[in-house]
């Protein structure tokens, strides 16, 4: 429903002529900051999001409050969310900032897990902390942006007399695809591509994404249910883990994490 709403509200302001915001660079963004420079970091992710960990100095204003709130003439100001594959939400909120007096809004391109990819500094603190991996349902991945993202296969072959394994091809057409997250591959921004694991339900997206982590590569998201999601078609049934509603979550201690 979330989601849906901010489809619309993007629509609308688009459909009036009014204009989008532009794209920012994590390199641009860091030069800006290390320089100086006056520009305003805005964090449209959620509340508990923005506590855990974000990029400092910025401000937290959730999507869903973009086009309500009242804000002076900031000038310049730099938006991202979680860049996880978020993108109607992130381009409503974007877009209904852009429209405000005073304020000149770019986007930061691949979101916040693309400025912790280049290694950016963050307001995460040292210690221990509980395992948090990125999960995305079939419903959002149907509709998310096809550039810059990419699936990557970890399911393993049907035996034989089994069903056959869905294919990708046919589940989400035009879809860049890989056998393994080393194929490395540039998106159209220069962002590092959104790589999306699936797996055959036996944990080797999980396994995966720890490997990605301990390499520094944040912009993944997992396909909660994997390969049995995908021969439903996303019908309902069980689901590894619990994702929420939105288009992509971070779920503690998923079964078979490591705590």
């Not at 609308?12 to 204009?19: N, Q």
């Not at 912009?219 to 999601?229: K, P, S, T």
Request: charged residues 15%; aromatic residues 4%.
């Amino acid at each position: 429903m979330r989601s849906a709403l901010f489809i619309l509200i993007g629509s609308a302001l688009l459909a009036v002529g009014l204009p989008a915001a532009s794209g920012l660079s994590v390199a641009d963004l860091q030069q800006q900051l290390t320089a100086g420079g006056k520009t305003t970091v805005i964090d449209i992710r959620n509340p508990l999001a923005y506590m855990q960990e974000h990029i400092p100095g910025a401000i937290n204003i959730p999507a869903i409050l973009c086009p309500r709130k009242n804000l002076p003439r900031l000038g310049s100001v730099a938006v991202y969310g979680d860049g996880l594959g978020n993108d109607a939400a992130e381009t409503a909120a974007a877009t209904a900032l852009a429209q405000k007096p005073g304020i000149n809004v770019e986007v930061l391109e691949g979101g916040f897990a693309a400025w912790k990819s280049s290694q950016g500094m963050t307001t995460r603190g040292p210690g221990f902390k509980r395992e948090a991996l990125n999960y995305i349902t079939y419903a959002h991945l149907k509709t998310a942006n096809a550039d810059g993202l990419i699936l990557v296969d970890l399911r393993k072959p049907a035996p034989a007399g089994a069903q056959a394994m869905t294919d990708l091809n046919v589940e989400f057409p035009g879809r860049r695809q890989a056998k393994s997250a080393s194929e490395k591959a540039k998106s159209g921004s220069g962002a590092p591509p959104l790589l999306v694991l699936i797996d055959s339900g036996d944990g080797s997206a999980e396994a995966q994404a720890r490997l990605l982590k301990a390499g520094g590569m944040h912009r993944y998201v997992i396909l909660a249910g994997g390969e049995m999601i995908l021969s439903r078609h996303g019908q309902g049934g069980l689901q590894r883990g619990a994702p929420g509603t939105g288009l992509s979550s971070q779920i503690p201690n998923p079964p078979g994490a490591v705590k």
